[in-house]
């Protein structure tokens, strides 16, 4: 019984001390909305605007996350481009916070929710299967801004009029419909601008949509007070710049920690591993990155799934093994002088228990005393 | 039996008769609650008889175009035809609907609605349906209390429609409700009023929207098939046979007098006032008669078919217009 029962604790453990490694797929709540986390990075940054003694660089915590569901605490919600969270990638410092791009709305995120209002910003790259899934909206007016990417039976059993916005935007990047509009299940009335029908929404089903005019287009925005019109406008430039340096190329740089071969600076670059149009599943849509690397002391190239860092050095990751740098890219082999007494390296990764760490430092001890009486001995036998 | 056969037959000729009586511009029929006034007429023959079977004047019937003046206020459904008897609704005539309430108006494909026509009307479906109108007059849908769709198959001149004069001012006027039109026909709205202010759908989206005006009654909904009585009116008809080459080709119909403007000496162009038709302004019948020999056309506002036993087909033709009194025989012939 008991051996169960300690199989059982070393199992909960172990699933715990993994998913503290692997952000990917964590969740988070902030403000009535539940995140799901899809990658997050380490970037060192210019510390712009600093002062004397502020350091030159900034060491930050920066993601990709997109709101799986609502938690119901609030009744009008607003999903921000941008949320800063508590960091869940592994870093000793439990107060370090990362900034999360908010990427898309997951399957099924606002099932059978009941909110007084919902104002979702322009330029998310998906919207997930049935998204929006008997969404009751007391505002009457769902203003919807295109995703790249729209999933199938999104606006199913909406009850609220659903208004497609910004369908320009479609005009430099055509919108995926994913079979949208094809449903068996009622669908709410789904309207556009007169002037964007027939030339933007060019994937839509054209006998599926009401258009309407100007007026009442303004007036259907404008119902969403404050944060109607000008906030979704103010978010335009933003999100499109930032759509933009990712979408066309899948392989983009996200950081570099110093000039190549110039000044022997060992360089990482954050690229994303997979393409964007061969995912499937919601996560899958926002592409896992891949941290690719150059060192000048070992002219050792490579490809690693994580890459993290802090002010003296930093670590990689590929499959089982990690490896250790200084920030100057000298490798760093004895990793056990590294591990404090808890069994932790400097980033927070459980390598040992504090059990195996006690032991073999009671084992090194152990051989110390062994070669020290060892020595003793030879000098004073003199052989 | 033969008694019964002959009460059904009699009772047939006696509905194709009914009609049989003389109207003049200016009459007014009655029929189901609604009043219609007489804006022109002609003459017409019966589709189902060729020219050969048309042996006198008796062939011809009296049809027209008529207006609808007066709509009882206490009809719960309101269902205007395209036709009565022979005669063609082509119009409302000005505040035909003013502050009415009705729970259903049916309307026929119409060529003009009057100034205010459907103003302040409320209807208790929620949407007031219009299948077809081509001239429009000021504020005709001011304050219609519900929606306002249009299941038209072409371009509306809205002229002022959506407009009205509040003292000296010219105001917008529009429904209380929304504006909803057929995908389709958003492209002539583009310039208009309406434009900012309207719905479009098509499909089954459009054909919903509709059906909710009737409250989903498709019996209700088969008022377009039109009157039959109209279709026993052919306006075309040749004095001879068509391998004949001798002959005439008379077709009848009606346009528009004109308005004369004193002062430059000039005929204005359709400055029409739809819906309040006068003497000075009013629809007035035309023929246009061909000779099918010589191909020569000539227009004509009346046309009398005349019986004369000295000629060997028994009857001729007999036509006034502009320049006097004009007779042919139904071979072409002109008779001096």
Redesign the interface.
């Known amino acids: 019984m008991k051996k169960i029962l300690l199989l059982l604790a070393s199992l909960t453990f172990f699933v715990i001390a993994s998913a503290d490694q692997s952000q990917r797929g964590v969740t988070f709540e902030k403000d009535g909305l539940i995140y799901t986390i899809a990658s997050e990075y380490i970037i060192k940054k210019h510390n712009i605007g600093r002062s004397a003694n502020d350091p030159a660089y900034l060491i930050q915590n920066e993601g990709e996350v997109y709101v799986s569901g609502v938690s119901g605490t609030k009744s009008c919600i607003t999903i921000p481009t941008r949320v800063t969270n508590k960091s869940h990638y592994c870093r000793k410092d439990s107060a370090v916070t990362a900034t999360y791009n908010v990427l898309g709305i997951g399957a099924r995120a606002f099932e059978d929710a009941k909110l007084d209002k919902l104002i979702i910003p322009f330029g998310l790259l998906f919207y997930g299967e049935q998204a929006f899934h008997n969404l009751e909206l007391k505002s009457g007016v769902l203003v919807l801004p295109p995703a790249k990417r729209m999933r199938k039976g999104m606006f199913d059993g909406v009850k609220a009029k659903v208004l497609l916005t910004n369908l320009t935007y479609s005009s430099t990047t055509p919108i995926f419909f994913d079979k949208t509009f094809d449903s068996k299940e009622e669908q709410p009335?789904i309207?556009i601008y007169?002037g964007i029908?027939s030339t933007q929404a060019e994937g839509i089903d054209?006998?599926?949509?009401?258009?309407?005019?100007?007026?009442?287009y303004n007036k259907w925005i404008a119902m969403n007070g404050e944060f109607g019109k000008d906030y979704i406008e103010s978010n335009v430039k933003f999100r499109i710049s930032s759509i933009h340096s990712t979408k066309d190329n899948s392989f983009n740089t996200l950081y570099s920690s110093g000039v190549y071969n110039e000044n022997k600076i060992p360089t990482i670059t954050i690229k994303k591993c997979k393409k964007f149009e061969k995912t499937k599943t919601d996560i899958d849509m926002i592409a896992p990155c891949e941290y690719q690397f150059w060192n000048p002391y070992t002219y050792e190239k490579g490809v690693y799934d994580e890459f993290i860092m802090n002010e003296s050095l930093f670590r990689l990751k590929k499959g089982t093994d990690y490896k250790y740098y200084t920030l100057d890219g000298k490798p760093i082999t004895n990793t056990e002088s590294l591990i404090d007494n808890d069994g932790k390296d400097p980033f927070g990764l459980q390598v040992h228990t504090p059990e195996e760490v006690k032991e073999k430092r009671a084992a090194k001890e152990r051989e110390e005393n062994i070669n020290r009486k060892m020595k003793d001995l030879k000098k004073v036998f003199g052989f | 039996m033969t008694r019964k056969i002959y009460i059904i037959i009699a009772f047939i000729l006696n509905a194709i008769n009914l009609f049989a009586q003389e109207y003049s511009t200016g009459d007014v029929i009655e029929k189901d609650g609604i009043s219609y006034k007489v804006l022109v007429t002609y003459l017409v023959t019966n589709p189902k008889e060729s020219p050969d079977a048309i042996t006198g004047p008796d062939k011809f019937y009296q049809a027209g175009e008529i207006m609808a003046i007066k709509v009882d206020e206490n009809l719960t459904d309101v269902v205007i035809p395209s036709a009565v008897g022979r005669f063609k609704v082509v119009g409302l005539t000005d505040s035909l609907f003013y502050r009415h309430e009705h729970n259903r108006i049916w309307l026929p494909d119409l060529v003009f609605a009057g100034n205010h026509c459907f103003s302040k009307l409320k209807v208790r479906s929620g949407a007031l349906v219009i299948h077809g109108l081509d001239f429009l007059g000021t504020g005709v849908f001011d304050e219609l209390a519900g929606d306002l769709i249009f299941d038209t198959p072409r371009a509306i001149s809205w002229g002022k429609t959506f407009e009205k004069k509040n003292d000296t001012l010219v105001v917008t006027s529009r429904p209380k409700g929304a504006i909803k039109f057929n995908t389709k026909m958003l492209r002539y709205i583009k310039y208009s009023l309406v434009y900012d202010d309207c719905y479009t759908a098509q499909g089954n989206r459009f054909k919903r929207w509709v059906s909710k005006a009737f409250n989903d009654d498709e019996e209700f909904m088969k008022h377009d098939l039109t009157d039959k009585m109209s279709y026993l009116s052919k306006r075309g008809y040749t004095t001879t046979s068509r391998m004949k080459k001798r002959g005439l080709k008379i077709n009848s119909g009606a346009v528009n007098v004109k308005l004369f403007d004193e002062k430059t000496g000039k005929v204005k162009p359709f400055e029409y006032p739809w819906g309040n038709l006068t003497q000075e302004f009013r629809r007035q019948a035309r023929y246009t008669v061909s000779n099918k020999k010589s191909g020569t056309t000539s227009h004509y506002n009346e046309f009398i078919p005349v019986a004369d036993a000295t000629l060997k087909e028994g009857w001729y033709v007999k036509f006034i217009g502009d320049e006097g009194e004009v007779k042919y025989t139904l071979n072409g012939k002109l008779i001096k």
């Open positions: 009335d309207y007169h029908y054209k006998k599926s949509l009401c258009t309407i005019g100007k007026n009442i």
